[in-house]
C-alpha cells in the first residue's frame, strides 16, 4: 500500500515538473505578460487614485492605496497564470482522445490538475516578479512580513487546485454539451468579480457580500490574497476550512461526472 501511495506520488510530481518545465520553453510569453500587466497595473493605478480622492478617505476595505496596487499586483498576476484548461478537457472528451489517455497510468483528471498545478506555479511566479517590480516602481514599498508571504503562498496554492477541479468539471461536461466554451466563460467571469480580483470583496454591497460568503469564489483569489495585507493566522484557518469544503464538493463533482464519461466511453466502445 505504502509503496503505491508512493509510486502515485512520484508520479504525480512528475507531471507537475515536466508541465512546469515546458512553460519555461516560452520566453516571449514572458516579455509579451510583462507589458500587459505594466499597462493594466497603470490604469488600475490611474483609477484607483481617482477612486480614493473623491472617496476623502487614505484607505478602503482597510487597505491604503499602496496596499490597493500591491493587492492588484497579486491578483492580476494569478488571474493571467492559468492554462486554458477546461478546453483543453473540452477537445479531449469532444475528439474521443480521451479513451487513448486512459491508458496512462494515473487517473485523467489528476493528470489534469497536476499538470496544470505545474504549468500555473510556473507562469504566476514569473508573473508575480513583473508584477511586484511594477507595483514597486509606482508606489513604493509596502509592509511585508514572513507570516503573511507563507500564509498567502499556501492559500494561494489551494486556491490554484481549486480553480484547477473547477476547469475540469467543465471540461468533462462536454459529455453532455456541444460546446462548453460558454460555461467557462460564465466561470471565468464570476471568479474574476465575485472573487474580488478587481474589487476588494469588503467594498461589495451587503446583501452581495452575505451571498458571496458561501461560493467558492472567495477562496480561489480575494481571501489567499487578503492574508498578504492583512495576515492573521485564525483568519488563514478559515481560509484553509473554506478551501477545504469547497475542494470537497467540486471533488465529488469531478468524480461522479468522470466516472458517468467512462461508462459513455465504455458503452459506445471507443
Known sequence: MDSNLGCLRRQTLAVAWVAARAN???????????????????????????????????????????????????????????????????????????????????????????????ERSTRFLFNLLISFSLALLLVGPVKLCAEGAIMTGTAILAAFILDGLAHILIGLTAIYFQDTSGLTLIYTRLTMILGGMLIPIELFPDWLRSLVKFLPFPYMMYEPVKLFARPDWQEYLKVLGGQSLSAIVLTTLVALVYRHALSKISTNGG
Do not use: H
Open 24 to 118: 519555461l520553453a516560452y520566453p516571449l510569453e514572458v516579455l509579451g505578460r510583462a507589458g500587459f500587466l505594466a499597462v493594466i497595473l497603470y490604469i488600475f493605478l490611474r483609477l484607483w487614485q481617482t477612486t480614493y480622492e473623491q472617496s476623502g478617505s487614505d484607505k478602503l476595505a482597510g487597505l491604503s492605496l499602496p496596499d490597493m496596487i500591491w493587492y492588484l499586483s497579486i491578483t492580476e498576476a494569478m488571474w493571467m497564470s492559468a492554462p486554458r484548461l477546461s478546453q483543453q478537457i473540452d477537445q479531449d472528451v469532444r475528439s474521443g482522445n480521451l479513451s487513448v489517455l486512459l491508458l496512462r497510468p494515473m487517473a485523467y483528471p489528476l493528470y489534469c490538475l497536476m499538470s496544470n498545478l505545474g
